[in-house]
DNA sequence: GTTAGTAGTAAACAAAAGGTTAGTACTAAC
DNA sequence: GTTAGTACTAACCTTTTGTTTACTACTAAC
């Protein structure tokens, strides 16, 4: 993207829609931090709920259903186990938010140290 | 960032915070949408309030004092003018979003694509 | 003088998101 | 046998978010 560059309002739809879906995926206060979460090894119910500080047993719940209907994790159920585990395994295509998640992380630093140095002032 | 690299609990911490910093200014429902308009030469309140579309005047006006607040824009009332008229204008660091709209946009027509074959098989 | 446009705000209400509490059913440790 | 852990769900309540309607106050066009 070059700086001044012009769209046509169909470029533009198709971008603003791409920012939409993106936020109904992984928008909100929790989805993020979920996955953040079971890709650094945090794969069960209980562990998730300890780990994403602040969720609670019904929201979690409803958040893996849709992050499993959008393809970024998968439930699995290991019946042989007593008690059953249920362990939740963020997919590959849970790799493809990396840019996502570095390029908000960036900003969002670079960000806060702006609104800090702002209010000294 | 390489494949399969291992975080700190603090570089990760620090991770998850600028994620939520950033979905703290540009999050929710609105937010981007009203960004993009602005950055696309939509300045008043009521042309705001037509390209975005669905927004009701109550939430625009508070959406706007927020990303004032967050320094991405600036209001500037044009008192000769008559009637007074407002401009609701990107500042410069509103451009340092760039990157997070490319990368959202990028990834939301992907997933989009994605979502739809995985129906139809 | 009526309509439409300028930029909003206030009040009342509805919808969505989230939290709290309790409960299921079973196991393993103390 | 009591406590704690496994993985949730249902019912109820609160908070947040958003909508609708009405209103201010002024101007310009028809």
Known sequence: ?????????????????GVEDALYVVGGKWKLRIVIALVNGHTRFNELQRTVNGISARVLSNELKQLEVNGLLQRVVQADQ?????????????????????????????????????DKA
């Open 82 to 118: 007593t008690p059953v585990v249920v362990e939740y395994v963020p997919t590959e295509y849970a790799k493809s938010l990396k840019d996502v998640f570095a390029v908000l992380a960036d900003w969002g630093q670079k960000h806060k140290k702006k609104i800090l140095l702002n």
């Open 1 to 17: 993207m070059k700086e001044g560059t012009l769209y046509s309002e169909a470029q533009c739809t198709r971008h603003i829609n």
